[in-house]
């Protein structure tokens, strides 16, 4: 296992033309929800290169009315009442089929309904739902298990014990809020602890959108992937989702929408961090630190002084691709020290910027998720050794 890349509604092309040239690294794609019919030649390309394919339903939208989400599958004007679905089976083989329908001819393995896991009742409700899903296909069926980040220890071991007595292989685990730059150790440890779990029961875990944290958890041996949006999904807030969607949209005098286009995240891999296509073309224009911070010679980015603003969707697929294949090609042994080394790196030049090279007005590059996971790494390491 390894990367995984969710697609967003105009990726598609791009992402195709990547599996088709080099996808050394990638496990698996998972197709954008609402525009998955457009993007079946994705799906036929990447089975034929051997990587999966899934399709993200994100039914735990539904749970909202009025979030404007008509193409997602199982939409319903009033959305979902999760207590009702918990006490009505016929209720769940409903939204159950809806879902797999959307997913017919598209998919490689099979993602159930789910809704976020706030509490035991929305927990075991997402099991059930897919355990209905599991009985519904002959294919893999790969839940998505969204849990608080704040989630007891003991409500994660009867999940993972669940799970396993119900013949699940896999597992997409995600934890909200988890991903930005402001993590503490406290949540890391917790983060970490939660996903060995599952994995200690023996499903392979894929820590869902999770960036670094995902990529130091892999490192560490927790989980076997984890997944990231192209240049964004790198971190999970479903609270902060649900508020974003629930507000309507800006419009100007005529009607017509204002602002709204999809954020061009660039990733600068010295940094180890994904920033506004603006100040990593800022940054980058300084001769001084550009081949530290984002200088890239893979693809089409090794003929190009600007490769990684130019083209930031195909830098960021071959980018993050190229530092998982390098991680898997090295011994799981020495896999926590070159995490360590990546990040303090990442640490250091991310000072040098906040230092030397912050125009006014911008923001401080924040240190404290990476601080967390080199502290991270070095507990565990230091456990190893004690």
Request: aromatic share 6%.
């Amino acid at each position: 296992m390894s990367i995984e890349f969710h697609v967003g509604r105009t990726d598609h092309h791009k992402v195709e033309d990547f599996l088709a040239r080099d996808h050394d690294g990638v496990a698996a794609i998972s197709l954008d929800a609402k525009t998955a019919a457009h993007q079946s030649n994705l799906a036929d390309v990447a089975r034929s290169e051997g990587v999966n394919v899934l399709l993200d339903p994100r039914t735990d939208r539904l749970e909202h009315a009025g979030l404007h989400l008509e193409q997602l599958p199982g939409y319903r004007d009033d959305g979902y009442d999760v207590e009702r679905l918990a006490s009505s089976i016929a209720d769940r083989q409903e939204l159950t089929e809806r879902v797999l329908a959307a997913q017919d001819g598209l998919v490689s393995v099979v993602t159930p309904a789910y809704f976020f896991g706030r509490d035991e009742r929305s927990a075991h409700l997402n099991l059930a739902l897919a355990e209905a899903a599991q009985l519904s296909t002959d294919l893999p069926v790969r839940p998505i298990v969204a849990l608080r980040s704040r989630t007891s220890v003991g409500l994660i071991t009867e999940l993972a014990t669940e799970y396993t007595r119900a013949g699940f292989q896999q597992i997409d685990l995600r934890f909200s809020p988890l991903g930005g730059e402001n993590d503490s150790i406290a949540k890391v440890r917790s983060v970490f602890a939660a996903a060995q779990a599952f994995t200690s029961n023996g499903i392979t875990v894929t820590l869902g959108h999770s960036g670094n944290i995902g990529q130091v958890a892999y490192a560490l041996g927790h989980v076997a992937a984890y997944s990231v949006g192209i240049g964004m999904g790198e971190k999970v807030d479903l609270a902060s989702d649900y508020t974003r969607q629930a507000t309507p949209p800006k419009r100007d005098e005529n009607g017509k929408r204002i602002g709204g286009g999809q954020w061009e995240g660039v990733y600068l891999p010295g940094l180890a961090m994904t920033l506004k296509k603006t100040r990593a073309e800022a940054l980058l224009g300084h001769s001084d630190i550009r081949t530290r911070i984002g200088r890239c010679r893979l693809g089409a980015c090794a003929h190009s002084l600007t490769g990684p603003t130019t083209d930031h969707r195909t830098h960021y697929l071959h980018a993050r691709a190229a530092e998982m294949a390098f991680l898997q090609n090295t011994p799981p042994a020495w896999r926590p020290e070159a995490e360590a080394k990546r990040l303090r790196r990442a640490l250091e030049l991310r000072e040098l910027v906040n230092k030397e090279y912050k125009s006014r007005g911008e923001h401080q590059l924040s240190a404290r998720t990476l601080a967390s996971l080199v502290d991270g790494i070095h507990e565990i390491r230091d456990a190893a050794v004690a």
